[in-house]
Every structure is written in structure tokens, then in C-alpha cells.
């Protein structure tokens, strides 16, 4: 039996929705940089410069490099593109230049934006509403409807093209979700996880003008299921807003977290000065 030809699907790495994201730490290898000449030394910082510039001709959407505070690296990278091979493409310019053999991958955390299946739609937050006390058809409740109609279009986008906040201090740490005997979270019912979860965004939203978050997702990626991104006006607000939310039950009771990451954004001239790399 002859069968209608069928389309051929269209190949493609950029997601249908959403940006690809990578997570990027380094540390420099001083003894290796201790043989270099000045002149190699002169010629490596304007090759990694022009390979971290966000307005370079080959660069991602995204591009935002940081000093890390510690001794997990000397500084980071956070860098969004709809095509992954043009973030990777990052990393592989700063191993062929000229430090490359002094610059050391430390650590990385590869993922995707995406719009989290507990942001509510403008029928759920009206539920929401009235489940808090608000009398549904009142002028209250539609002003309040009417409002989150008019945000939700912009959040959405913040969350899958995001655009950096202009704040000094930034903070990255992984995590999961508990799959253990009786604090499994993916056993919870769906209307359990969304209580849970509006109570951690009303702690959230205490921090609104100080912190700004973006949850990526390394499910399929990675090694762990999320990636948490915060930046703050002052590193104290990292400090305080982590605090704060982690005594809620989405959080007490069910998450796993990795390595914390904080760094302070700069650009790469800044890094290699910081670091006193060819000064």
C-alpha cells in the first residue's frame, strides 16, 4: 500500500520558546601565566577583551562577565542565545587565544528559560484572589485582575528573553527538588505544589526593587533540575532574600541546594585588572 509522503520535520537548536542559557566559571593559572612574556601577556588580554564583549560582532544576545568572590573561580560568565553553539562559541574563543592554557574551567551550568508551570494565569490569580478574600466581581477584584493581565505579558517575557538587571551583585546556585520517602515533591498534588509555591513568590515579592531572579531550567541538561540567578542592588539583599525564603515549606521541606556562586559585575578589561593579570 502506497503512503502519502510525509512533511520532513524541521531541524533546529533554538527552542520553540525560551533562550538556551550557560553558566561559565573560570580560574587563572598563575604558574602557567608566570612563563608568559609581556608581549603575550599584552596580545591575551586584547584577544579575551574582544572575545568577552557583548557588543562584539560574534556576540550572544546575552553576555555578562563578573568577578567571583572566593576561591571557586576568579570570575563568571552568564550567557544567553536562542542557538547553544553561539554561547559555546564563547568558551572556545577564550581557550584558542592566547591564555588559554592559563584560564581554567572551574565550573558550568547549562539550561533553558522557560515560563515555570506555577505562574499562574489571569483566571487562576482571580481564583487566588478570592481564595485570600477578595470578592470576586468587585471593584477590587477587577482592578487587581486588570492589573496582573497587564504585567503578566512583560513578566512572561522577562522570564524566557530576560534582559540583566543594572545591579552590581549577583549570586548563582543549582538545585533540586527532594525525591525522598515522605518529602517527595513530585508525588504532591498539583494544587499542593502551586500553594506551596505562591507562598515562596509572596516572600519574593517582599524584594521587589532590590532583587531581580531568573529560574532557568538544566532538566535534560545538567545535573540539577534548576538554575537560580538573583541580582541585587547590594550584596546584602542576596544574603537577606535567601534567608527569608528558605523558611518556606517549598523550600524548608523540599529543596536541594548546590555551590553558591556571588560575583560583582564588571567587564573583562576590569577582570584582568582585578585579577592583575598583565598589569
Known amino acids: 500500500m502506497n503512503r502519502p509522503p510525509q512533511e520532513p520535520q524541521e531541524i533546529s537548536l533554538k527552542l520553540e520558546a525560551g533562550w538556551h542559557c550557560s553558566h561559565l566559571y573560570y580560574r587563572f593559572d598563575r604558574a602557567r601565566l608566570a612563563g608568559f612574556s609581556q608581549s603575550e601577556l599584552a596580545e591575551g588580554r586584547t584577544q579575551l577583551i574582544a572575545a568577552?564583549?557583548?557588543?562584539?560582532?560574534?556576540a550572544?544576545?546575552?553576555l555578562q562577565t563578573s568577578i567571583t568572590s572566593g576561591h571557586k573561580a576568579d570570575f563568571g560568565l552568564m550567557i544567553l542565545d536562542p542557538d547553544p553553539l553561539v554561547i559555546d562559541s564563547v568558551s572556545q574563543r577564550l581557550a584558542a587565544g592566547p591564555?588559554?592554557?592559563?584560564?581554567?574551567?572551574?565550573?558550568?551550568?547549562v539550561s533553558v528559560t522557560e515560563i515555570s508551570e506555577y505562574?499562574?494565569?489571569?483566571?487562576?490569580?482571580?481564583?487566588?484572589?478570592?481564595?485570600?478574600?477578595?470578592?470576586?466581581?468587585?471593584?477590587?477584584?477587577?482592578?487587581?485582575?486588570?492589573a496582573y493581565e497587564g504585567r503578566l505579558g512583560a513578566m512572561n517575557r522577562q522570564r524566557l528573553t530576560p534582559e540583566f538587571p543594572p545591579w552590581p551583585s549577583t549570586c548563582f546556585y543549582p538545585m533540586n527538588k527532594k525525591r525522598k520517602v515522605g518529602e517527595n515533591w513530585f508525588l504532591l498534588s498539583k494544587e499542593?505544589?502551586?500553594?506551596?509555591?505562591?507562598?515562596?513568590?509572596?516572600?519574593?515579592?517582599?524584594?521587589?526593587?532590590?532583587?531581580?531572579?531568573?529560574?532557568?531550567?538544566?532538566?535534560?541538561?545538567?545535573?540539577?533540575?534548576?538554575?537560580?540567578?538573583?541580582w541585587a542592588r547590594n550584596p546584602e539583599f542576596?544574603?537577606?532574600?535567601?534567608y527569608r525564603m528558605r523558611f518556606d515549606e517549598a523550600s524548608a521541606r523540599y529543596a536541594e541546594?548546590?555551590?553558591?556562586?556571588?560575583?560583582?559585575?564588571?567587564?573583562?578589561?576590569?577582570?584582568?585588572?582585578?585579577?592583575?593579570?598583565?598589569?
Not at 122 to 141: K, P, T
Not at 195 to 209: Q, R, V
Request: charged share 20%; glycine share 10%.
Open 192 to 230: 499542593d505544589r502551586n500553594k506551596l509555591m505562591a507562598e515562596h513568590a509572596t516572600s519574593g515579592m517582599a524584594f521587589a526593587g532590590k532583587v531581580s531572579q531568573l529560574i532557568t531550567v538544566g532538566l535534560g541538561f545538567d545535573d540539577w533540575e534548576w538554575g537560580v540567578t538573583l
Open 60 to 62: 550572544p544576545v546575552r
Open 119 to 146: 505562574v499562574p494565569s489571569v483566571e487562576q490569580y482571580g481564583q487566588r484572589l478570592v481564595a485570600e478574600g477578595v470578592e470576586e466581581g468587585s471593584d477590587a477584584h477587577r482592578a487587581k485582575l486588570k
Open 257 to 279: 541546594f548546590g555551590p553558591f556562586y556571588t560575583s560583582y559585575i564588571t567587564t573583562a578589561d576590569e577582570v584582568l585588572n582585578h585579577c592583575r593579570i598583565g598589569v
Open 99 to 109: 591564555l588559554g592554557l592559563a584560564i581554567v574551567p572551574t565550573y558550568s551550568f
Open 238 to 242: 542576596l544574603k537577606d532574600i535567601v
Open 52 to 58: 568577552l564583549d557583548p557588543q562584539g560582532p560574534d
